[in-house]
């Protein structure tokens, strides 16, 4: 069973809208939580990084947020632009090793009309 | 945009090939990875490096293997290549960043089809 869920799994918003992306983990013992961006045939490009201290954090015009307690992520985008058009993934990191395992989400499939 | 570099891009190949997929950076990163990545699926790790010389299995088991005899250079290695091998394969380094948390750098990844 994947220990990082996404959702909503798909998301049509119209350009200049806002939005929020959501992920549920259930990783222990926890380290971090990463944001990634993935353009369509491309690598996973790093938004924000948050640590178990951190509860928000500012990238431009995303947002995410974390509560620890919860074991709950969102992330923020205003304004929307058509380049945000992307796959959105959730990655969390635990503290159960040395490199620091991955455990990443299915993603969100962002798409952004004109 | 991140130095890290991958080829080819794309490989179509018929099944019992050998292929060996490229991945290098040029950030001076001990670590590197292979992930692989199936539509709206996750990303899984199949393959690790701390540093030269240094090669450890992923979470998801894989006929592949990998070689690190360069701290530049992370090749990874299909020895048959079959069907069950398509997929996108990326290539990720790291480094350690403020807070203690690596910060991962991805390659753009190959897209492999085995006929």
């Known amino acids: 069973k994947n220990q990082v869920e996404q959702s909503p799994q798909s998301l049509i918003i119209l350009e200049g809208k806002n939005c929020t992306l959501q992920?549920?983990?259930?990783?222990?013992?926890?380290?971090?939580l990463r944001w990634y961006k993935q353009d369509t045939g491309r690598g996973p490009v790093s938004l924000t990084i948050?640590?178990?201290?951190?509860n928000t954090k500012s990238n431009g015009r995303y947002t995410a947020t974390l509560d620890a307690d919860t074991k709950q992520s969102s992330l923020h985008i205003t304004a929307s632009q058509l380049s945000d058009s992307a796959s959105y993934i959730c990655?969390?990191?635990?503290?159960?090793?040395?490199?620091?395992?991955?455990?990443f989400g299915r993603g969100t499939q962002l798409t952004v009309w004109p | 945009e991140a130095d890290i570099y991958q080829t080819p891009r794309y490989l179509v190949i018929g099944t019992g090939k050998k292929i060996t997929l490229e991945c290098s950076q040029t950030?001076?990163?001990?670590?590197m990875y292979w992930y692989q990545q199936d539509p709206g699926m996750e990303l899984h790790l199949i393959h690790y490096?701390?540093?030269?010389?240094?090669?450890e299995k992923g979470d998801l088991s894989s006929e592949s293997t990998v070689s690190r005899i360069r701290t530049e250079h992370f090749p990874l290695t299909l020895e048959s290549a079959r069907p069950s091998h398509t997929s996108q394969y990326l290539c990720?380094?790291?480094?350690?960043?403020?807070?203690?948390?690596?910060?991962?750098?991805f390659g753009p990844g190959t897209r492999l089809t085995v006929l």
């Open positions: 992920c549920n983990y259930t990783v222990s013992p926890f380290s971090n």
């Open positions: 948050m640590t178990f201290s951190e």
């Open positions: 490096s701390y540093g030269v010389n240094s090669t």
């Open positions: 990655v969390v990191a635990d503290r159960g090793s040395t490199l620091g395992r991955l455990y």
């Open positions: 950030m001076g990163h001990d670590k």
């Open positions: 990720a380094s790291s480094i350690r960043g403020s807070g203690g948390a690596d910060t991962q750098y």
